[in-house]
């Protein structure tokens, strides 16, 4: 005989393996929605100039750098170390500027010398994402490939990658994917306040995120994935330098590898490669290029939703947006905040439905041991949601390409009450299986 209790147990025991072999086979991503692209286009209601100077940026963030500007089709400055040769190479899907396409450029834009180690170490694969590469130890960038074995090479220069196997070897590297900019300047828009204002305290979640801050004057920081940078243009010039080996007004010495800059004899076009050009006189040709980038990126429209899609109904992605916020999803991936006054009126006073609070938060596992500001090994800026319908890879690192993989490793293990999504991830899995199909249905509609 059992008794009622045992029983009940045992019941308890086939309940929650019944409702866990549930959550890992009755939802399904219904995988990045085909038809336009709901990005890509310049925010409407930009004055005609404006849009002249959107159109000039997105020339020059698809424009190609090459070592000296002497290959057809290419502008000076790469090197001497680079991760990709343009903007738009990385910044590629749904349309230019926003993240990794599905196969890798990365794979043919240096020697296969050079290329073949990062594929058998799995660091870049042909399928993608495109990826950049940052060493724990000492927090920084490290970029994959070097001026070396091209045909552009200046005589002399004899460089070589860093020692990726070792690092491999050590654990010692993670990887981040690009963050897309469309809708990136109604996110420079929010004024600081609108953002402190989120970091609320919610205890029976155990939830609490934190501003990050720029260490120089003070103010909120919001872009990239811990929310480390201050505005486009910073990150323009940043990324320029970073990504490309471009030096420039913001960010005038080549970076080297390990704190060390590179031979003089790799250096052939001085500092800044990328300047204001004074000799011209039409207005989109005098910027530089990474004023010009930023330019483009603050118009860009953010990813349009729509209301139904595939065999994906209205009543569906109704009630996934209703339990995505019943779960407490919405706590922190905040669904909208509004932009404050602005010089250019189609950024001012406007809804930004990004999905995100745009605070970091303890992630606990997903952590990448990376401090940048104050925002902690383990803490990430609450990835804004909005295109994520049409995004072919997920989380910082790009690991995984399914929806409901993304969501399970906010609670890495299923008991990582570190991470600050812990008891909303709870609260996920105990919804029914019909309602956690309609938050994936309603994420693939943004
Ligand atoms: C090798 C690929 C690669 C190239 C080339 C590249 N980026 Fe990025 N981009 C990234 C990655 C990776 C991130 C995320 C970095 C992070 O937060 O750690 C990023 C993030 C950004 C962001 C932040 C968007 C947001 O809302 O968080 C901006 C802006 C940006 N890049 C602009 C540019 C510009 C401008 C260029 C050309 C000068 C460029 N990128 C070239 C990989 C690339
Ligand atoms: C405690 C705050 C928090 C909560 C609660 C939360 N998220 Fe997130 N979410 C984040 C952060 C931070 C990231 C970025 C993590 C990373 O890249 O490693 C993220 C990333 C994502 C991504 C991937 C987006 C991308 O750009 O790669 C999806 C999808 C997502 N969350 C959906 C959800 C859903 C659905 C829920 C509710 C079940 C949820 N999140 C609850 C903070 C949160």
């Given amino acids: 005989m059992y008794s009622c209790r045992a029983v009940s147990n045992l019941l308890r025991i086939i309940s929650v393996m019944l409702s866990l072999a549930g959550f890992l086979t009755a ?16 925010i409407p209601g930009l ?11 997105q020339a020059q963030f698809t424009e190609v750098q090459s070592v000296r500007g002497t290959i057809a089709g290419t502008d000076e400055g790469l090197g001497p170390r680079f991760n990709l040769n343009s903007c738009s190479g990385c910044h590629a899907f749904p349309a230019i500027g926003g993240s990794s396409p599905a196969s890798n450029p990365q794979v043919t834009v240096a020697p296969s010398s050079q290329v073949n180690p990062l594929l058998l170490l799995n660091i870049i694969s042909a399928t993608g994402p495109v990826r950049e590469v940052r060493f724990k130890s000492d927090g920084g960038v490290h970029d994959l490939f070097t001026i070396m074995g091209r045909s552009d090479t200046p005589s002399g220069c004899n460089i070589s990658q860093p020692d990726f196997a070792g690092h491999v070897a050590s654990n010692d590297v993670i990887f981040r994917i690009p963050t897309p900019a469309f809708g990136a300047g109604l996110i420079e828009t929010i004024p600081d306040a609108t953002i402190a204002a989120n970091a609320v305290s919610y205890p029976s979640l155990a939830i609490q995120g934190h501003v990050n801050r720029n260490g120089n004057d003070g103010t909120i920081t919001r872009f990239g994935w811990k929310a480390q940078n201050k505005s486009l243009v910073i990150f323009a010039g940043e990324a320029y330098n970073v990504e490309q080996g471009v030096t420039n007004e913001l960010f005038p010495d080549e970076r080297g590898e390990g704190g060390v800059q590179d031979p003089a004899a790799c250096r052939v076009v001085p500092s800044a490669q990328d300047h204001t050009n004074y000799e011209q006189t039409q207005p989109q040709s005098i910027p530089s290029d990474s004023v010009s980038f930023a330019n483009f990126m603050r118009f860009l429209a953010p990813p349009a939703p729509v209301s139904s899609y595939g065999n994906v109904t209205a009543a569906s992605i109704n009630n996934g947006r209703t339990q995505f916020g019943n779960a407490g999803c919405a706590v922190c991936h905040t669904p909208s905040m ?7 009126l189609a950024l001012a006073n406007k809804p930004a439905n990004l999905y995100s609070d745009l605070l970091v938060h303890n992630m606990g596992l997903l952590g990448d041991g990376i401090s940048q500001g104050s925002a902690g090994p383990n803490d990430f800026r609450t990835a804004p949601l909005w295109g994520v319908g049409q995004r072919l890879f997920f989380l910082h690192d790009g690991r ?3 929806l409901l993989e993304a969501i399970k490793a906010h609670d890495a293990d299923g008991a990582d009450t570190a991470s600050e999504a812990h008891i909303v ?10 309602d956690r199909q309609d938050i994936l249905n309603f994420l693939r509609s943004l």
Avoid: M, W
Avoid at 338 to 344: K, R
Avoid at 425 to 434: E, G, P
């Fill in 27 to 42: 939802q399904t991503d219904p995988g990045p929605r085909s038809g336009a692209p709901g990005a890509g286009a310049a």
């Fill in 47 to 57: 004055t005609v100039k404006e849009g002249k100077f959107f159109h000039s940026g």
């Fill in 338 to 344: 509004q932009t404050g006054n602005h010089s250019t």
């Fill in 400 to 402: 995984t390409s399914d």
């Fill in 425 to 434: 991830l709870n609260n996920f899995r105990a919804l029914s299986a019909s």
